[in-house]
């Protein structure tokens, strides 16, 4: 297999509160290759934006801090990389979308400025070229009216509009890498279609990589490759969409699965996995999904689970995967992790 | 814009009419016999009875109201009952010099209010944060006159660098034209008196822009916290741009408008409340002007005095109100 284009290796992102550490992110590996889409799943609070902040190096600092792990982006260290190298990076080779279109723009300057500013930070052009190609990133976007909108202000834009800007911002130094936060979350179920369709042609057609962080399991369906779920700051399962969606081991990555309203089932009420989401601490000892799991027995509750690895890169953290774990085998009907 | 500044100006209408009905009843509203109380207990009937007449006091209040607000718009402000002169022609220069020392004393709050702020709010925690908040502390607890004693003490006294008093050297006073000597002394094209001016205004401006500055700095820091804490602050940093840029170019003027907010109050504040620094200072200003008059009990300087620094308030908040709308984009009224 080539090299990733981007790989987090071991990653520990911790944030400061009332003088207690928190792992919010709690050694997460991920890798991404050319061209390809990978989601990362998982509810509100399981750390998938911090890992994403981690990769731009953006966490707030403090309260955040990367104590541990590899960020490599083509070969280089990104932990290890200056400021004044990370801004060359930044909006550069890796961009990022964020989940709020309405904030993320800056009120008191129009959508051309901003968009100018992102071009000339990075490329040597004048204000007049800029300025033209912010027009042509606009219209590619599929903005309508895009010579208009250039000179007017984010409040004049709908949210589907001002993503659709951010898209444009992102995509104007064609990046390698785009990482693109909960991108449609905010927005309508016919807006979040064209958006992903944007997303997916710049895939396609400039054979970027996409990062996409996201709860919503129906557009990890439609966009990714591959897809990595995550649970209170740790992966807890990943592999190919396919799989985990048709197969998922992970209890959590199950419950994610039968908590989707299905069209086909007669049920009444629609599944919810009990119990919320457990603060990670430094000082806790076993598997933090096990308070809210089904399957749990006494290892789950003494030890942390490792990630069980199958060739084919398919991964779960479940000791009912655990050949020596697992006596009570619940799910498990084969053994081939190792 | 346009429509934004007319409907701005609009409202400036019922404001200024408010502003000159409690001018005008300031007179009326002293207790028992306006005259009687002007002239003091031991005038006689006649004199009474003469002044009720020159002031017109005996004529009704809606033909006194018309009258005063049509002198009002000739620009006749009235006359001094001390000295006997036109208030409009005695207060042009104490405006004068009122209005450039609080312009001096501005430009050092702002200029070092501002920047401190900003500073402080980017190197949030850092030793120069925990100094310049101190410092803001200190300087907005500091009493106005405490400190202008000081600065006469240590630097006109001890040191001898800077004069302590007025505006010029009595010796060599400058032949004014605007009354504003920075600028009279620039028309001139005399260096020396250029120099002098300046001097003469840098004890006072530090005295009075002291307070504002504190205010200023504290408050600028708050609001570049905040917006440094936003999204779009991220988005910024997420196209790789410096600091500068994000700190100089979109934190600064997204959270400048309290700070604004601020500085036009404290304009104000400075305009009409700077008696004490033009007291100590021998700074002949209004300020200055109204407090003698009401020494006097000149009625009719205090009712100019007030309504001329009340037109000045208002009209400060009114550039201050357009500005919002020039940097925010999202303001309609």
């Given at each position: 297999m080539p090299e990733p284009i981007l790989s987090v290796q071991d990653l520990h992102t911790h944030f400061l509160t009332d003088n207690k550490e928190v792992p919010a992110v709690d050694g997460v590996s991920i890798e991404l290759h050319k061209g390809e889409v990978v989601g990362i799943v998982g509810e509100s609070g399981c750390g998938k934006s911090v890992t994403s902040l981690s990769i731009m190096q953006l966490v707030p600092n403090?309260?955040?801090?990367?104590?541990?792990?590899?960020?490599?982006?083509?070969?280089?260290?990104?932990?290890?990389?200056?400021?004044?190298?990370?801004?060359?990076?930044?909006?550069?080779?890796?961009?990022?979308?964020?989940?709020?279109?309405?904030?993320?723009?800056?009120?008191?300057?129009?959508?051309?400025?901003?968009?100018?500013?992102?071009?000339?930070?990075?490329?040597?052009?004048?204000?007049?070229?800029?300025?033209?190609?912010?027009?042509?990133?606009?219209?590619?976007?599929?903005?309508?009216?895009?010579?208009?909108?250039?000179?007017?202000?984010?409040?004049?834009?709908?949210?589907?509009?001002?993503?659709?800007?951010?898209?444009?911002?992102?995509?104007?130094?064609?990046?390698?890498?785009?990482?693109?936060?909960?991108?449609?979350?905010?927005?309508?179920?016919?807006?979040?279609?064209?958006?992903?369709?944007?997303?997916?042609?710049?895939?396609?057609?400039?054979?970027?990589?996409?990062?996409?962080?996201?709860?919503?399991?129906?557009?990890?369906?439609?966009?990714?490759?591959r897809v990595v779920v995550m649970y209170s700051g740790k992966v807890v399962e990943e592999g190919s969409v396919r799989e985990i969606l048709k197969d998922p081991k992970h209890p959590y990555t199950k419950g994610l699965i039968r908590s989707l309203p299905n069209i086909r089932t007669t049920e009444q009420k629609l599944y919810s996995i009990p119990g919320?989401?457990?603060?990670?601490?430094?000082?806790?000892?076993?598997?933090?999904?096990?308070?809210?799991?089904?399957?749990?027995?006494?290892?789950?509750?003494?030890?942390?689970?490792?990630?069980?690895?199958?060739?084919?890169?398919?991964?779960?953290?479940?000791?009912?995967?655990?050949?020596?774990?697992?006596?009570?085998?619940?799910?498990?009907?084969?053994k081939s992790y190792t | 814009m346009l429509a934004y500044t007319s409907r701005r100006l609009l409202m400036l209408v019922p404001v200024l009419f408010g502003m000159t009905v409690i001018t005008f009843s300031i007179i009326h509203l002293i207790p028992g016999n306006p005259a009687q109380t002007i002239l003091g207990e031991t005038a006689t009937e006649e004199a009474i009875s003469n002044l009720e007449e020159t002031m017109g006091l005996n004529r009704n209040y809606f033909i006194q109201y018309t009258a005063y607000v049509g002198d009002l718009l000739q620009g006749d402000l009235g006359t001094s009952l001390r000295t006997k002169a036109s208030i409009t022609t005695e207060i042009g220069p104490r405006l004068a010099a009122t209005i450039e020392l609080t312009f001096f004393a501005m430009i050092f709050a702002v200029f070092i209010g501002i920047n401190a702020g900003i500073i402080s709010a980017w190197k949030q925690n850092s030793w120069f944060d925990f100094l310049a908040m101190v410092f803001a502390l200190v300087g907005v607890s500091m009493p106005v006159f405490w400190l202008a004693l000081m600065e006469q003490w240590l630097f006109a006294q001890e040191l001898g660098w800077l004069p302590a008093y007025g505006r010029q050297e009595s010796r060599d006073p400058i032949d004014p034209i605007t009354h504003f000597y920075v600028i009279d002394s620039i028309l001139h094209m005399d260096m020396k008196q250029l120099i002098t001016s300046l001097k003469h205004l840098v004890l006072p401006s530090i005295a009075l822009g002291t307070i504002p500055m504190a205010i200023i700095a504290r408050m600028t820091r708050s609001s570049m916290l905040e917006v440094m804490k936003s999204d779009y602050v991220r988005t910024i940093k997420a196209k790789g741009s410096g600091q500068f840029l994000v700190i100089y170019k979109h934190a600064l003027k997204n959270s400048i408008i309290p700070v604004l907010t601020v500085i036009g109050l404290q304009v104000g504040v400075l305009l009409g409340g700077a008696i004490l620094t033009e007291t100590i200072f021998s700074w002949p200003g209004i300020g200055r002007y109204v407090y003698e008059a009401i020494n006097y009990r000149d009625y009719p300087v205090i009712q100019s005095g007030i309504l001329v620094i009340a037109f000045l308030f208002v009209i400060i908040n009114l550039i201050v109100d357009l500005l919002y709308a020039f940097i925010d984009p999202r303001i309609k009224y």
């Open positions: 403090p309260p955040g801090k990367i104590v541990k792990g590899e960020i490599k982006f083509k070969g280089k260290n990104l932990t290890y990389a200056t400021e004044k190298q990370m801004r060359k990076i930044r909006g550069n080779e890796i961009s990022m979308i964020f989940q709020e279109p309405m904030t993320s723009l800056d009120p008191l300057f129009t959508i051309g400025n901003q968009l100018i500013e992102a071009i000339r930070i990075h490329q040597k052009v004048s204000k007049k070229d800029a300025k033209n190609y912010s027009i042509e990133l606009l219209n590619l976007v599929g903005i309508p009216r895009a010579s208009e909108v250039v000179d007017e202000f984010p409040h004049q834009l709908s949210g589907g509009m001002r993503q659709r800007v951010m898209i444009a911002m992102a995509m104007s130094c064609d990046p390698e890498v785009l990482i693109a936060d909960e991108p449609t979350t905010a927005l309508d179920v016919t807006i979040q279609a064209q958006i992903l369709d944007l997303m997916r042609n710049l895939n396609k057609e400039k054979q970027t990589s996409i990062l996409l962080i996201t709860h919503d399991l129906g557009v990890v369906a439609e966009m990714c490759d919320t989401v457990m603060r990670p601490s430094l000082d806790q000892v076993g598997c933090r999904f096990a308070p809210r799991c089904e399957h749990s027995f006494d290892s789950c509750w003494e030890e942390n689970p490792k990630l069980l690895k199958q060739e084919s890169g398919r991964q779960v953290r479940c000791f009912l995967y655990d050949e020596e774990k697992s006596e009570r085998g619940v799910t498990s009907n084969d | -």
